[in-house]
C-alpha cells in the first residue's frame, strides 16, 4: 500500500533498476530525504564505485514508462557546519579506466579495495590489506568552508582552523547514519583563506531511476561518456546511454521553491536525490563546490502520458533569464497598443519553458536540448531557435556538458502536454 510520506533511510551509489526500490509513496505524497554529500566524500572513498552516494530510489505510486513526475522542492536545509572542496587531479596507477567508478589499490591491484582510516590529510585512507594510501584523487586547489547557524553566511578557513574541522570532520559533516563515505572534512586543506560568500543550497542530483545501471555520478550525458566500453563492471554502449535521465545536472535553479519535472524510464520511476551544494556558481567551473549533508522534501506528483527523454524545471522566477521572465502588465500593455497599430494579433500567455540538455561537449548539449523541447511540443527546430534567441536564454548547468535551454511558449503547447496547470501555479 501507498505510503502519504516516505523517509529515505537508505543510500546507494549505483542507480540499477534491477534493485528494490523503496515505497511506493503515493501520487501527491512526500519523499524527506536526508542526503549525504555528493563528490568529494564519494570520491575519497574507494570502496564506494560512484562520485556520489544518493538515497534509494523511491517507487511512486501509479507511475509507468512513459509518464512523467514533478518534483515540487519544498525544503533544502543545509545541515552541514563544514564541508572541504576544490579542484581535483587523478591520480595514475589509483583507477582502472574511471577514478569515480574503479578507484583500485596499486600495490594489491584490487578495485575497489575495502579500506580503513589512519588519522587525517591526504594519505589517512589506506587499503586494509597493504596498508598503502589508496584514494584516486588530489587537489589541485582546496579549501575548508563552515557556515554560520543560520546557514546565509559562510567564509573558508586558514590552516588552524582547517585542522579543526578535520579533527571533528564526520560530526561537522552531519553525514546520515546510512552513509559509508569517508569525511572529506578530514584533509584540511586552506588554500584559499578568508574568502566570503553567501549560502543558496541547491541540489546536483536528483531524478528518476535510468533504465540500465548507472553509477549515480554519471546519470548524464557528459559523465556518461566515460561509461562507453569502459574496462569495469559498469560499462556501457554508446547506445545504452541514452537510457540515462540526467539526474545529475548541477543546476543552481534546482533549490528550495522550483519544480522539476523528471521522465519515468522505469515502473515506479525510481526517485531518488543527493549531491546538495550550499552554493553554486553556474557552470561549476571547478569542477567541484561546497558538498554538504541537507534534509530536503519533495512533493511528488504523477502526469500521465508525458514522454520526456530529460528533465523539465520550473525555476524560481528571480532564477529565470531576463527575457523569459513572466510578462508584466506594462510589456503587455506596450505590446498591444504594437499590435493594433501593426494589425498583429498577439500569441495570448505564455510561459517560460526551460529543459535540460546534456552530451560530451556544451555544443552537443545545446543540441541535444534543442532536439528535446522540438520533439516534446512538436515545434520545428527553426522556430525554436528563433524563440530561445529573443524570448529565452541559454544557460550553462555544468561544464563539460549540461545546459538548460529556455524558451517563451504559448500556453497552448502546454496544454497539450497536460501541464499548463503546474506553470500557471508556478508564473501567474
Known sequence: MAEKV????????VLDPGEKMLGPVADGGTIIAHTAPGCWGPMITPEGPSGHEVTRPVAVEGAEVGDAIALKIKKVKVLSRATVSGTDQPREGYFTGDPFVAPRCPVCDITNPECELKGTGEESIR??????????FGFGSGYTMVFDEETNAAITLNAE?????ASNASELASLPPESKQYPINLWARADLPGVVTRVRPMIGNIGSCPAVPFPSSHNAGD?????????????LSKEQLSNRTDGHMDSDEVREGAILIVPVKVPGAGIYLGDVHAMQGDGEIAGHTTDVSAEVELEVQVIKGLNLDGPVLLPNREDLPFLAQPQDT??????RKLGEKFKTPLEGEVFPFQSFGSG?????????????????LNMPMDEVKNRVTIAGAISISR??????????????YLKNLGIDRLFQEKYS
Open 330 to 335: 506594462d510589456l503587455k500593455q506596450a505590446a
Open 6 to 13: 516516505i523517509r529515505t533511510k537508505e543510500m546507494v551509489w
Open 360 to 376: 560530451a561537449n556544451l555544443n552537443e548539449a545545446v543540441e541535444n536540448g534543442l532536439e528535446r523541447i522540438s520533439q516534446l
Open 127 to 136: 587499503c586494509k590489506k597493504c596498508g598503502n594510501p589508496v584514494t584516486p
Open 161 to 165: 582552523g582547517s585542522e579543526e574541522v
Open 223 to 235: 559523465f556518461g561518456q566515460f561509461l562507453i566500453d569502459a574496462p569495469h563492471d559498469y560499462g
Open 399 to 412: 561544464l563539460p556538458g549540461v545546459i538548460q535551454v529556455t524558451a517563451m511558449v504559448p500556453r497552448s
